[in-house]
């Protein structure tokens, strides 16, 4: 348990659907993030909330759209994607900024497969 | 600019050897260093970092780093090798001064242990 918890786990959803990314933080944190891994690529980066303002978009195609309700809470809207947007999806939690590092904690992942 | 070079894509060690990660990073202030592991199917989970005083750094399952700033370095060690610690293992630094957003990730090193 990392204190991050990501739903679905598994997700297969064709070019036209629309669904949505959930994660939930019980760490206290007041910052979150969406990262996107594929393979063989380095992890990316895709969207920076703290304090539920939105404050990094790493030039992400808009077909994904982040949402921050609250402090806790962090969705990712998937849209009219695209089969290479296939990847695993981790959502991270941290403190800003501080003392010691604020060491960003990660969710399991959300797979997600685009037919 | 940030950096983080994992110079080996995979290591092969023996169970009950000792093994040893690499890791080598550029950054223009000091750095917070960090080692995560991706285990099969899981999201990555934090193992130890680096953020100042004594340059070994002990973290879970046995692990410890060594920060050496002459060689920029923060290899990952571990005195004894076992089955279970097969995984992907990312090194990940980032400024002091900036915020927990900006760290910088590596390519992964996959850690294959054999019986």
């Known amino acids: 348990e990392t204190g991050v918890t990501q739903t679905p786990r598994h997700l297969v959803m064709g070019m036209t659907n629309k669904k949505s990314l959930k994660c939930e933080q019980h760490l206290g944190h007041n910052a979150m993030y969406w990262y996107k891994q594929s393979a063989k690529k380095p992890l990316e980066l895709m969207f920076v909330?703290?304090?539920?303002?939105?404050?990094e978009n790493n030039s992400v195609p808009s077909r994904f759209s982040p949402e921050c309700p609250n402090s806790s809470h962090l969705f990712l809207h998937l849209h009219t994607l695209q089969p290479e947007d296939s990847a695993l999806y981790l959502c991270a939690s941290s403190q800003t900024r501080g003392p010691a590092g604020n060491t960003i904690y990660f969710g399991e992942g959300s797979w997600l497969t685009v037919v | 600019a940030q950096s983080v070079a994992q110079p080996e894509d995979q290591v092969n060690v023996a169970e009950g050897n000792p093994l040893t990660v690499k890791c080598t990073y550029s950054?223009?202030?000091?750095?917070?260093l960090f080692w995560y592991v991706q285990y099969p199917n899981r999201g990555l989970q934090f193992l130890l970092k680096?953020?100042?005083?004594?340059?070994l750094v002990k973290g879970s399952y046995g692990f410890e780093a060594e920060f050496n700033k002459s060689q920029t370095s923060f290899h990952l060690k571990k005195p004894s090798a076992l089955v279970s610690d097969s995984a992907l293992y990312f090194c990940a630094v980032r400024d002091v001064d900036s915020s927990a957003s900006k760290i910088i990730f590596g390519s992964g090193t996959r850690l294959s242990i054999r019986p």
């Open positions: 680096y953020i100042t005083g004594d340059n």
């Open positions: 950054v223009s202030g000091n750095p917070y």
């Open positions: 909330y703290s304090l539920e303002e939105r404050v």
